[in-house]
């Protein structure tokens, strides 16, 4: 299979920004996705970016796209406590796979 | 956005027993149906593909006698692990798709841990 990398752990003060980055290895991507687990919950939808965009914005969360480089990144600014969790990105393929990287823990220092 | 229920939430069971894991879309129809598993500290893995009305589609290396998976409705899906052993415990988790996004828009189930004796 394909794979989907990103760094493990993850630590910001409150108020700063956190950029989460991804790397994928996978030329046939159509979607790349952004998900957030909380302790014990299940994975919640923050934001998608189609692969012909470079970037997209949603309120505090920007995602950025290098297609050339396969480097997704995930920026959310003035962090908050609440946005301490387990995010994961993710990409679809042309063949309708699924991948999802490893989730890097965000830890929100107050 | 759309609402994905899974149940139950949490099961602990003796080995050799089954469970089954239901998977539900409460306010939309969902003609695929996917199926993880979650290891600690590692990423989500794909088990199957869950169509409504016909087989399901597993990933390779997943067991279709070990984790039966059922789509008889439109918002219904069920896996059942039978004969659970120890390697079984995990964190399994339910996705569906909306609309004619389907299989791009993925919204996930809240996930059951089950932990196998």
Request: aromatic share 10%.
């Amino acid at each position: 299979g394909e794979d989907v990398e990103q760094s493990l752990f993850l630590s910001v003060r409150e108020g700063d920004s956190s950029v989460i980055n991804c790397t994928y290895t996978d030329s046939s991507s159509t979607y790349l996705y952004w998900y957030k687990q909380e302790p014990g919950a299940g994975l919640q939808l923050l934001t998608y970016i189609f692969s012909n965009m470079d970037m997209k914005q949603d309120q505090r969360l920007t995602v950025l796209l290098n297609k050339k480089d396969k480097h997704l990144s995930l920026r959310i600014a003035d962090t908050q406590t609440g946005d301490s969790a387990i995010y994961f990105c993710a990409e679809l393929n042309t063949g309708n796979q699924f991948y999802f990287g490893t989730g890097t823990s965000l830890t929100v220092i107050p | 956005g759309a609402v994905v229920s899974q149940h139950p939430s949490r099961v602990i069971c003796k080995s050799g027993t089954s469970v089954k894991i239901e998977c539900r879309s409460l306010d939309f129809q969902a003609t695929t149906m996917f199926w993880y598993r979650q290891f600690p500290k590692k990423s989500l893995m794909l088990m199957a593909t869950s169509n409504e009305g016909s087989k399901a589609t597993y990933e390779q290396g997943v067991e279709k006698d070990k984790f039966l998976i059922n789509h008889a409705s439109l918002t219904l899906s069920t896996l059942t692990v039978t004969s659970a052993h120890p390697e079984d415990s995990s964190f399994y988790i339910c996705s569906a798709g909306e609309g004619p996004l389907a299989k791009n828009i993925q919204y996930f189930g809240a996930g059951t841990r089950l932990s196998v004796l």
